[in-house]
């Protein structure tokens, strides 16, 4: 059981194994959504959502968080909430750890603001700034990886 914080997409997603079938139940926390009920794959250490157009993918990663992702890449992460558990803290944002990165991923997982797009944004990047955070990237708009990251 993991709670999603990613703007937009605030859930608590529980993954479920019965008899070697795996689903998911997403339960959205800050809207009127209805629960979503997914059927899974596992393959390898990954758990595919059957049917997927964009290849939607879930993987428990080294901190016992639920990576979420798709045929682009990870973008975003759950903090495990399994009760008993105990939970490893992610380390703190190191802004020149996170060039190359993908910005989505780098929002999801440290960010609960909405990205404000900035006047400096042009054909080729993307200049967002997240309040919460205090920190504003400079994104490659064909790959969304991370080009420059500083403090406001």
């Known amino acids: 059981m993991w709670r999603c914080d990613f703007s937009g997409y605030e859930s608590v997603i529980t993954l479920f194994e019965k008899e070697g079938r795996y689903s998911s139940e997403i339960q959205f926390t800050a809207s009127h959504m209805k629960p979503k009920f997914e ?41 495990n909430i399994m009760p008993g558990t105990e939970i490893s803290e992610l380390p703190a944002l190191n802004i020149d750890d996170v060039i190359g990165q993908d910005i989505f991923f780098v929002a999801g997982m440290y960010s609960k603001s909405f990205a404000k797009t900035l006047p400096e944004t042009n054909a080729k990047t993307w200049a967002v700034y997240y309040e919460d955070i205090d920190v504003t990237f400079q994104v490659d708009k064909s790959t969304s990886k991370i080009i420059e990251a500083k403090m406001r």
């Open 39 to 79: 059927k899974l794959e596992k393959v390898d250490d990954k758990f595919l959502v059957v049917g997927s157009k964009v290849n939607e993918y879930y993987k428990v990663d080294e901190y016992d968080n639920l990576e979420m992702g798709d045929k682009k890449g990870l973008f975003t992460s759950a903090k």
